[in-house]
């Protein structure tokens, strides 16, 4: 019975009502039909607080498909929209609505045009572009919302990291942390945006990776609590796991009986013909310890381990403890590059609740609607201007500098080509009296961004798997500048309006206020 009922909640309803009352406006009215087009894009980069995101990855796609492709409209769903009432004790949807919402309560006439997963992507720019039938679209727009979402903001958080801890290894390990089944979702999201290996075993394999963990304090305890100790644990463990074996070493003392404790389990490991993985270290000053660690199974004859770091790392605390161990390792008879190379790095909480920036801005707001054979643009007026949306059918441009580094993506209407232009006229897409010039020059390579993902409720092509999406997001991160992945204050990407689109939207703002 429970299994249905997440079944249920996870269907065709998994949306807001004010979605299905529009949808029975739209219908009450006669334009449910009308093709329109809506548009994916957030307002602004994640904020942690004392440091901020300067790119975004895209995530999501693949798992909003996978939704579309299940999600129908069936009698469960009809009966449950019947019990619904109005303030005055009458249903609030009519039979006949209902009727043909059952009919017609599926994604096959949705075609979706995007920026494909892993991509680096900006605020304001459209990172997908939905059209189909208004009131089918327009369901569509909170199960859309929150998965693209939360996994843009996962895979976002995920390269962060991967970008401050270099080549080395990353391991998602935030699913006890998690807000309920999120969990799997984060899960694709951070491998998509930099985590190599997650320990959410389920998801890890539906995805093709094989789960990863070593093991917890409660197993030193136990057998502590049994009347045997630290070393025996290990030793246990290192049986029953030779070629796998990774031990925790901070129950009870780090330096003095952690590590002293694993160096004696991988003598017999090594003595065995077995190659011991390394030790973890969970808590205390983690530069220090990385450090003396490296030293000790340096001295040890296992200057090979591997050294992964938990406990409520994030971008900032890698940077933080990288930094102390390129200063003080030398001072100890370490070589800095010697540590640093040997980590990798276990994150948690950070990683699968994005701390500090709990919720992407994104938003789905209508651009077009189809009247007879013609396409009228759509624009929400706002007196914020961050609010406002840009019009019309439109497609994104990446615009590659001599470097062939890209230096700014173009929002330009649909029957624009900036190859073929002399020069680029680009308008800040706010600031209505701030523009630029590029020229041709200046340019190396401009490349459109949007591409055909779904044609009416049907996959152009294969979903891509985590590991090509992973690719695509390598090539995009070395396309970047050095200071737009700064971790801290980043330098700004520029977004613009090409020069029609610009005209358009003064065009359409000028007419709202006659």
Same mark, same amino acid.
């Given at each position: 019975? =429970?299994?249905?009922?997440?079944?249920?909640?996870?269907?065709?309803?998994?949306? %807001? /009502? #004010?979605? /299905? &009352?529009?949808?029975?406006? #739209? !219908?009450?009215?006669?334009?449910?039909?009308?093709?329109?087009?809506?548009?994916?894009?957030?307002?602004?980069?994640?904020? #942690? @607080?004392?440091?901020? +995101?300067?790119?975004?990855?895209?995530?999501?796609?693949?798992?909003?498909?996978?939704?579309?492709?299940?999600?129908?409209?069936?009698?469960?769903?009809?009966?449950?929209?019947?019990?619904?009432?109005?303030?005055?004790?009458?249903?609030?949807?009519? %039979?006949?609505?209902?009727?043909?919402?059952?009919?017609?309560?599926?994604?096959?006439?949705?075609?979706?045009?995007?920026?494909?997963?892993?991509?680096?992507?900006?605020?304001?720019?459209?990172?997908?572009?939905?059209?189909?039938?208004?009131?089918?679209?327009?369901?569509?727009?909170?199960?859309?919302?929150?998965?693209?979402?939360?996994?843009?903001?996962?895979?976002?958080?995920?390269?962060?990291?991967?970008?401050?801890?270099?080549?080395? *290894?990353?391991?998602?390990? @935030?699913?006890?942390?998690?807000?309920?089944?999120?969990?799997?979702?984060?899960?694709? +999201?951070?491998?998509?945006?930099?985590?190599?290996?997650?320990?959410?075993?389920?998801?890890?394999?539906?995805?093709?990776?094989?789960?990863? @963990?070593?093991?917890?304090?409660?197993?030193?305890?136990?057998?502590?609590?049994?009347? +045997?100790?630290?070393?025996?644990?290990?030793?246990?463990?290192?049986?029953?796991?030779?070629?796998?074996? /990774?031990?925790?070493?901070? &129950?009870?003392? &780090?330096?003095?009986?952690?590590? *002293?404790n694993a160096i004696k389990v991988f003598e017999?490991?090594?003595?065995?013909?077995?190659? *011991?993985?390394?030790?973890?270290?969970?808590?205390?000053?983690?530069?220090?310890?990385?450090?003396?660690?490296?030293?000790?199974?340096?001295?040890?004859?296992?200057?090979?381990?591997?050294? $992964?770091?938990?406990?409520?790392? %994030?971008?900032?605390?890698?940077?933080?403890?990288?930094?102390?161990?390129?200063?003080?390792?030398?001072?100890? @008879?370490?070589?800095?590059?010697? $540590?640093?190379?040997?980590?990798? #790095?276990?994150?948690?909480?950070?990683?699968?609740?994005?701390?500090?920036?709990?919720?992407?801005?994104?938003?789905?707001?209508?651009?077009?609607?189809?009247?007879?054979?013609? !396409?009228?643009?759509?624009?929400?007026?706002? =007196?914020?201007?961050?609010?406002?949306t840009n019009p019309g059918f439109k497609k994104? !441009?990446?615009?590659?500098?001599?470097?062939?580094? +890209?230096?700014?993506?173009?929002?330009?209407?649909?029957?624009?080509?900036?190859?073929?232009?002399?020069?680029?006229?680009?308008?800040?897409?706010?600031?209505?009296?701030?523009?630029? &010039?590029?020229?041709?020059?200046?340019?190396?390579?401009?490349? *459109?961004?949007?591409?055909?993902? $779904?044609?009416?409720?049907?996959?152009?092509?294969?979903?891509?798997?985590?590991?090509?999406?992973?690719?695509?997001? =390598?090539?995009?991160?070395?396309?970047?500048?050095?200071? $737009?992945?700064?971790?801290?204050?980043?330098?700004?990407?520029?977004?613009?309006?090409?020069?029609?689109? !610009?005209?358009?939207?003064?065009?359409?703002?000028?007419?709202?206020?006659?």
């Amino acid at each position: 019975m =429970q299994g249905n009922k997440l079944e249920f909640s996870e269907g065709f309803l998994f949306t %807001d /009502l #004010y979605q /299905l &009352t529009m949808a029975q406006l #739209y !219908w009450r009215t006669g334009i449910c039909n009308k093709r329109a087009q809506f548009d994916y894009f957030f307002r602004s980069y994640p904020d #942690y @607080g004392s440091h901020k +995101a300067g790119f975004c990855i895209a995530a999501g796609l693949g798992s909003i498909i996978e939704w579309m492709q299940k999600a129908r409209c069936g009698e469960k769903e009809i009966k449950n929209l019947k019990q619904v009432k109005s303030r005055s004790g009458r249903r609030l949807f009519e %039979d006949n609505f209902l009727n043909w919402l059952k009919e017609n309560g599926n994604f096959e006439g949705i075609n979706i045009r995007a920026v494909k997963e892993g991509r680096v992507v900006h605020p304001v720019e459209p990172v997908a572009v939905i059209e189909g039938e208004l009131a089918v679209a327009q369901i569509l727009e909170s199960p859309f919302l929150n998965i693209m979402n939360y996994q843009t903001l996962v895979a976002t958080k995920a390269a962060r990291v991967k970008e401050a801890g270099g080549s080395n *290894p990353v391991l998602e390990f @935030g699913l006890r942390r998690a807000q309920g089944k999120g969990a799997n979702q984060g899960t694709r +999201a951070a491998l998509i945006g930099g985590a190599d290996f997650s320990s959410n075993t389920a998801i890890s394999f539906e995805l093709g990776f094989p789960p990863k @963990g070593t093991h917890a304090h409660s197993m030193v305890q136990a057998f502590m609590a049994l009347g +045997a100790d630290e070393l025996a644990a290990f030793t246990e463990y290192a049986n029953l796991y030779p070629d796998d074996c /990774l031990l925790l070493v901070d &129950t009870i003392d &780090t330096l003095e009986s952690g590590i *002293p404790n694993a160096i004696k389990v991988f003598e017999k490991l090594k003595s065995t013909g077995h190659k *011991p993985v390394g030790i973890r270290l969970d808590s205390g000053d983690l530069a220090y310890l990385s450090i003396k660690a490296a030293k000790m199974l340096n001295d040890a004859g296992f200057g090979d381990t591997m050294i $992964v770091l938990s406990n409520q790392l %994030d971008e900032m605390v890698i940077w933080q403890i990288l930094s102390q161990i390129k200063r003080d390792a030398e001072s100890y @008879g370490v070589d800095p590059d010697d $540590v640093i190379n040997r980590l990798a #790095y276990g994150v948690g909480t950070s990683l699968i609740t994005s701390r500090g920036a709990s919720a992407l801005d994104g938003v789905y707001k209508l651009s077009a609607v189809k009247d007879g054979g013609n !396409w009228s643009p759509a624009m929400k007026v706002s =007196q914020t201007p961050s609010k406002m949306t840009n019009p019309g059918f439109k497609k994104l !441009w990446r615009i590659y500098d001599e470097r062939g580094k +890209a230096s700014a993506d173009m929002i330009a209407l649909s029957d624009e080509n900036p190859e073929t232009e002399y020069e680029l006229k680009l308008h800040h897409p706010i600031e209505s009296g701030k523009h630029r &010039t590029v020229k041709k020059s200046q340019i190396k390579k401009i490349e *459109p961004l949007l591409a055909d993902i $779904v044609k009416n409720g049907s996959v152009c092509g294969e979903i891509e798997s985590i590991d090509k999406i992973r690719e695509t997001r =390598q090539k995009d991160m070395e396309m970047l500048d050095t200071g $737009v992945k700064r971790p801290v204050n980043p330098h700004i990407y520029h977004i613009s309006l090409s020069r029609k689109l !610009w005209k358009l939207k003064q065009q359409m703002l000028e007419e709202n206020e006659q």
